[in-house]
RNA sequence: GUCCAUAUAGCUCAGUUGGAUAGAGUGUUUCCCUCCGAAGGAAAAGGUCAUGAGUUCGAAUCUCAUUAUGGACACCA
């Protein structure tokens, strides 16, 4: 519809020769309902470069319009241009929702590029905690919304398996496994403190005896359990990954000598205090970094210009990055790394999260992995539901820093947002299961008309918008806004109007309408991960 | 000190290519179960959109300054 409608006012303005793309009139949906079902500004744009009133201009294009499927054009406020269009698109949507199903609200906007999504991405020194959840909810649901909106999504881990904070897991489980055996323990003093990591001491106790173990075997089994426990976490959480890159991987097919060897070859780095600094300065950072450091080893940067660097050799239109807020000044370096050899960095987008604060009542829970009191990915899915936690990441913007307040979301847990989404749902599913009778084909809709049930239609017919809006915005959360909207809509329209009645036609039309409706709200909960319950 | 983000109703937050009377939830005050699930609906009240200037037909939205909050400024990751 307002593909059309931008046809039409490009064609309007061609016949007073104003050449102008269809693509750049905007259209929008007014909030007023008086205003209209559609309205344009377009008027009030061109004045600046015509110079004529723009009531004047808007009258000229309203003249120049005639369509089948307009009702009226008004003219109003400044000038803008509000349409009020027949309601037949909105019924006829219904049948098509009912054909397309699970697939209704797809674009192909993205064109089926290759993106790369990196998210979640934490060492396995230790257990996905509530930051992790924010970006693992974030990466996952972005990750759909663009697939949905025809993007080929690449979901990407990448496991710091190399290192100075695998050593240090390494001294951390041998200083518990030390305890373990009834030994004095020689766990470091910042070393990794959780009880996971006692939890992989006594493992190795079972299995190797208390006579002492090699080191690489530790390191290994401690990896191995710790990246257990984060694909295993992630999976209750309703979250999946296609490539696990490993930066261990990236050492062993020589990415990180060769990148470092490039780098110095083409005269970006140079040695002081004994150290290799790479100038990052040239490319707008703040100052430069150093890569290898004094004692030889190299800092955590180099390898991950060897892995971006990789990840670019594998022929993405376009790469994400999802950090937290603490690594924001890593940006800069980054990106200049990637200039560096020779790749453009606006391909790179870096989605920042705001940090994730975890409160009990009026008491604060600190994060930290070392205290080993961090609340895990787990505990939360377990107290607040798997739903309600999607839920509730998914409704926020990455850009605001939240509370998250475990005693609110379990005490309050009827109030909660998601059930009353779920409340809809549940109630069209009760509702259909009442239904006995056999549904009918329908042609034409002839008995849905009040104001309730054509906003809700009016909502269903944006669904494709407003996947192909988040998209673009990388913004999951308007999803969330739009299916709470929804339900509100659906929730509106059932108080109103009594769905089963004598009247066969009436009922069978209103049953096809309100499977529609399912289908939409299903579509866009399992855009953010969310399986809405049948039954409450 | 520098950089990033944020500041909207008592509270939690939407408001995304600048548009018409700034919206939800929650809390407060009222109505509505003879009826498909009241975990719902209808309504009232609640605003200096942090502050000040600028840009223009028009600003919560863009620009600049100021203030406040959170975060980052390692030869940690």
Known sequence: MKELLQKLISEALKKQEI??????????????????????????????????????????????????????IEIAGPGFLNFFVKK???????????????????????????????????????ILHLGHARGASYGDSLSRILSFAGYDVTREYYINDAGNQIHNLELSILGRYEEVCGRPSTLPEDGYHGKEIIEIAEKLKKEYGENGIDNEVVKQKGLDYLLGNIKNDLDNFRVSFDVWSSEKSIYE???????????????????SDGALWIKTTLFGDEKDRVIVKADGTNTYLLPDIAYHKDK?????????????ADHHGYMARLKGAIAMFGEDPEKLDIE??????????????????????AVTINELVEEVGLNATRYFFAARSIDTQMDFDLELATKQSNDNPVYYVEYAHAR???????????????????????SYAMELLASMYEFGNIVEMAAKKR??????NYVYELATLFHSFYAHEKILSEDIQYTNERIHMIEATL???????????????NKM
Request: aromatic fraction near 6%.
């Open 475 to 480: 913004a999951p959360h308007m999803i969330v």
């Open 312 to 324: 670019y050799s594998r022929g993405y239109d376009k790469l994400i990055d999802v950090f937290g």
């Open 88 to 126: 037949d698109y909105l019924l006829e949507n219904i049948n098509i929702i009912l054909k397309e199903k699970e697939n209704y609200g797809r674009s192909n906007i993205g064109e089926n590029k290759k993106i790369n999504i990196e998210f979640v991405s934490a060492n396995p020194t230790g």
């Open 519 to 533: 289908i939409v709200i299903r579509n866009a909960l399992a855009l953010i991960g969310v399986e809405a319950r």
């Open 428 to 450: 069209i599913c009760s509702i259909l299961c009442d239904y006995k009778a056999e549904k009918e084909e329908i042609e034409k809709y002839e008995t849905i008309t009040s």
């Open 253 to 271: 097919r020589g990415l990180v000598e060769q990148v470092k060897n490039d780098l110095i070859k083409n005269g970006y780095t140079y040695e």
């Open 352 to 373: 920042i999260l705001q940090m994730v604060r975890l409160v009990r009542g009026k008491e604060e829970i600190k994060m930290s992995k070392r205290t080993g009191n």
């Open 19 to 72: 050449i102008k793309d269809s693509k750049e009139i905007i259209i929008e949906i007014p909030k007023e309902s008086s205003n209209g079902d559609y309205s344009s500004n377009i008027a009030m744009q061109l004045t600046k470069e015509y110079h004529k009133n723009p009531r004047e201009i808007a009258e000229s294009i309203k003249q120049n319009i005639s369509s089948s499927q307009i009702e009226k």
